[in-house]
């Protein structure tokens, strides 16, 4: 079981900014910007590639739960959204997560 599922399943504590049925919100415990929150479906999906057709639905409610997360927060000035994939990703928890990133003018390229 990833650290994530024991967040869902509350056996370990997160500062969570959003729930509902299908996702939650939480605040990044490593923060990279002053506002670090990271979404993830309840559903114990591992990455994006292991993603299937019946996870449409799904996927289209998280993205358009980012911006209401953002909103939630107060983010004005926009925000940045990183998912890491497999190992030159930089995927270090294997249960899909959107890192949401605000709070600071971000740099591009990424490192
Ligand atoms: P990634 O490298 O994309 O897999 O991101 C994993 C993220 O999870 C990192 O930014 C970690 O700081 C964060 N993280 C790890 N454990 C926890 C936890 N218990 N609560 C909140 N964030 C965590």
């Known amino acids: 079981?990833?650290?994530?599922?024991?967040?869902?399943?509350?056996?370990?504590?997160?500062?969570?900014?959003?729930?509902?049925?299908?996702?939650?919100?939480?605040r990044d415990v490593n923060p990279q910007a002053p506002t670090h929150v990271l979404l993830i479906p309840r559903k114990p999906v591992e990455s994006l590639d292991h993603?299937?057709?019946?996870?449409?639905v799904l996927m289209g409610h998280m993205m358009?739960?980012?911006?209401?997360?953002?909103?939630?927060l107060g983010i004005s000035d926009g925000y940045r959204t990183i998912i890491n994939t497999g190992k030159h990703g930089g995927q270090t928890v294997f249960h899909l997560h959107i890192h949401i990133l605000a709070g600071r003018n971000l740099t591009w390229p990424p490192g």
């Open 64 to 72: 358009l739960t980012v911006p209401e997360v953002a909103r939630k």
């Open 1 to 26: 079981m990833t650290i994530f599922a024991k967040i869902i399943n509350g056996e370990i504590p997160a500062d969570i900014v959003y729930e509902d049925e299908h996702c939650l919100a939480f």
């Open 51 to 56: 993603l299937t057709a019946d996870d449409s």
